[in-house]
Structure formats: C-alpha cells, structure tokens
C-alpha cells in the first residue's frame, strides 16, 4: 500500500479522501459495500479509484525501470532501446488513463454533497408554481 505522503499516488489518496468525507466511512469499508451484484454509485466510484490508483502504481513501476534502462553507468544497446520506448509508451498511456479516472471521477464528487440530516424545524421550501399560459382568442 501506498504512504498517503507519497506523491506518486497523490491524486488517488486525493479522490480516496473526498470519496470517504462524502460518505463518512473509510475506503476499505466503503469497497466492501460496493462489493454487490448492482451497479451503483458508490461502486462506480470505488471501482474509478482502484483504476487511478493501479494507473499510478504502473507509473511508479515504469518510472523506476526507466531510470534502471538509462542508469548513467550503463550502456544502452539495441534491445535496450525497445525496452526505453516500451516504458516510456506505457507512461504516457498510464498518464492518459490517470488524468481521464481523475477527471471524471472529480467531476462526480465535485457534483456530490453529504448529505446532512434533515431539518425538521425548518419546512420545505415551496414548489414554484408552474407558469400559465397566454389565452389568445381567435375567431
């Protein structure tokens, strides 16, 4: 598991933090709730930070093989080479894939709000009334 001070894995202990403020519960707890047959948001939700954090994982993962490829002591031959540019495709496509999760996941949780308990002091506000149509008289 990641250290939540790592920054590697900074926007997946981000979109963990807001998903567990809006739900008041920790994460783990929270998966294992979103672990049923239906679909619902808070699966969604749990489901898009596993894909974020496993996008962040493999870019740390790449990352390092990539410093080991290009280690200034060593000399990079032809298979080298594929192996640079393999690592540094999967970066980009790993890249790709977090800011997509973070993007759409954020946008869901920026839309959310806790719900609090309701107040039963304070009635519901009124349903606007609906507007009435003009009457025009035709012969």
Known sequence: MPSPDDPAHAVSQTVAQRI???YGQPLAELEALAD??????LAAL???HSALALAE???AFQLRRLRELTAPNRDIGQSDAVHILDCARRIAESVASRDAYAKSTGAVLGGLRRASAPDTQR??????AA????????R
């Open 123 to 128: 009635p519901a506000p009124p349903v606007p």
């Open 57 to 59: 994982r493999n870019i």
């Open 20 to 22: 567990e403020a809006l």
């Open 131 to 138: 507007p009435t149509a003009a009457v025009s008289r035709t």
């Open 36 to 41: 049923v047959p239906e679909s619902t948001l």
């Open 46 to 48: 749990t489901s898009n």
